[in-house]
């Protein structure tokens, strides 16, 4: 327990050397796989849920389940995840998150009807969820201070190669053999992402003297449960008035700010919002909340619209987006470099801008916006989220003392999955009433998904119909836009200089 006048030592694993050696590379590559395949799931399954429709006889209400179960099951054990990490080891909750997320993954494909794949998928989501937020915690504890952006960098691949690899690898697993494998193929993945754990994490040193807060996993993992099921069931009801997204979200917020209350008063909670007291890591959260919700909320919409309106399958809108992971590996090393030298705020600020900069093309939409335009907007958007998304996960935990970082990193997954939930649900929302408010735009989408439809109406109306759509999408993409501009605000109090944990930095967090 840290005291007013005890000093900072450095974290186990910190070098005077700044270089990323041997072991850390190790450690990174085994905790990339695992995210590699918790989040290239998510983007995966929502290609195939058209398939699940027409395999299990149901509606897409019923098949958006598979995505929402999952989704909530990962607001249920992300909180727990922190305590755990101390109490049990992160190598060894490791291990059981990965054994998890594979028994899912395999029961999953041997689901016999909708009910027994979305129970699969909770499994699934109760392994995935403890995933990233113990990759952030053995990397940073594995990195130290003074390297903390470039290994944040490395976790940030993962987050890539969702949104690009996904849809096309779901759509070609899909075709050329069936749904079943878009589960099956994280078995020889999740295998050897096993036996390298094993072998590569380093050795626990669990700390089991804290009691765990039964009383503040009551009220938090339900609420978040609660909140995000009336959140995500915005869209499929059309308005926020709905009796089910207000009495959900109600609740889970009710229960959100009960565990807000009892966690100012407890010594050892399940999520310490005393980490608050620290400015950076408060700035951090507050970015990353606005930047997530504009930046995830419009990553829905660039695929409907290249399906949608423009006739494309699932594989072509997924290759469609690949320039845009294209820019985010081109800055996202360099900016994990300069984070560990000039600190994330210059960073960030010059990110964000290029975010806004592509997105404002898509403020723009028509029914035959250039394809070159489009994608060169999302490789500019790239280049913006690379410099963007991990430099904030390391100015929230760069300044935090290692036994710390478990619980910093559970709370910014927790920040991370509400505010996507958030950015999801209110871009849907808009654009759904986007389209209702234009009748034949509507009827133009629905000809994509019904042929019957296209053949009876006239091509003239149809066109017409796809112009209607661009144009909602364009008012669905300004939201987005603006609320990029707006996160320049918060980031703009990022700091701007090389960070480093110090008493000042930490004493807040752990004295209470």
Not at 420 to 445: E, H, K, Y
């Amino acid at each position: 327990m840290t005291t007013p006048n005890s000093t900072f030592e450095p974290r186990s694993g910190a070098r005077e050397s700044d270089k990323i050696d041997g072991a850390v590379l190790k450690i990174s590559s085994v905790v990339v796989l695992g995210a590699v395949m918790s989040i290239l799931d998510v983007t995966v399954v929502s290609v195939a849920l058209t398939t699940f429709s027409q395999e299990f006889d149901t509606t897409m209400a019923v098949v958006a389940w598979t995505m929402t179960a999952y989704t909530l099951a990962l607001a249920t054990v992300i909180p727990v995840t922190g305590w755990a990490a101390d109490r049990f080891g992160t190598k060894r909750l490791y291990i059981t998150a990965l054994i998890l997320f594979v028994i899912g993954s395999v029961a999953c494909a041997f689901a016999w009807d909708i009910t027994s794949l979305i129970a699969f998928r909770v499994v699934q989501g109760l392994g995935g969820g403890m995933l990233m937020p113990l990759g952030m915690t053995i990397m940073t504890r594995a990195a130290g201070p003074d390297r903390v952006g470039r290994v944040m960098a490395v976790l940030g691949i993962p987050m890539l190669l969702g949104p690009i690899g996904g849809p096309i690898l779901g759509g070609w697993l899909i075709d050329a053999a069936s749904w079943h494998w878009i589960f099956l193929i994280n078995l020889p993945v999740g295998l050897v992402a096993l036996a390298a754990a094993a072998k590569l994490l380093p050795k626990d040193e669990p700390s089991p003297s804290q009691t765990f807060d039964v009383v503040g996993m009551l009220l938090l993992s339900p609420g978040l449960a609660l909140f995000l099921f009336g959140v995500s069931s915005i869209p499929e009801v059309g308005t926020i008035a709905s009796a089910r997204v207000l009495v959900s979200a109600g609740l889970g917020l009710a229960l959100i700010l009960g565990f807000v209350f009892h966690s100012l008063r407890k010594d050892h909670p399940l999520i310490d919002l005393h980490l608050f007291e620290n400015r950076q890591l408060t700035i951090a959260v507050t970015t990353t909340t606005m930047f997530i919700i504009a930046f995830m909320g419009a990553g829905l919409l660039f695929p409907s619209y290249f399906i949608q309106v423009r006739g494309e399958s699932a594989l072509a809108a997924g290759l469609l987006m690949a320039p845009q992971g294209i820019g985010a590996m081109v800055t996202m090393p360099i900016a994990g470099r300069l984070v560990d030298k000039i600190g994330s705020g210059k960073i960030v600020l010059t990110g964000l801008p290029l975010i806004a900069v592509g997105l404002s093309t898509f403020t723009q939409l028509t029914a035959d916006s250039s394809y070159l335009l489009l994608t060169g907007s999302l490789f500019v958007m790239g280049l913006g989220m690379g410099c963007t998304m991990m430099p904030l996960m390391a100015a929230a935990l760069v300044t935090l003392e290692n036994e710390m970082i478990a619980r910093g990193s559970t709370l910014m997954n927790i920040v991370q999955q509400t505010a996507g939930s958030i950015g999801t649900a209110t871009m849907s929302m808009v654009l759904t009433n986007q389209l209702l408010d234009r009748p034949d735009a509507g009827m133009a989408v629905a000809s994509r998904e019904e042929p019957a439809i296209a053949e009876q109406v006239p091509q003239s109306m149809l066109d017409q119909g796809f112009g209607a759509a661009a144009d909602a999408f364009a008012g669905t993409f300004t939201v987005a836009f603006v609320v990029a501009v707006l996160t320049l605000i918060p980031a703009f109090f990022l700091p701007r200089r090389r960070s480093t944990p110090t008493t000042e930095d930490v004493q807040p967090a752990m004295v209470h």
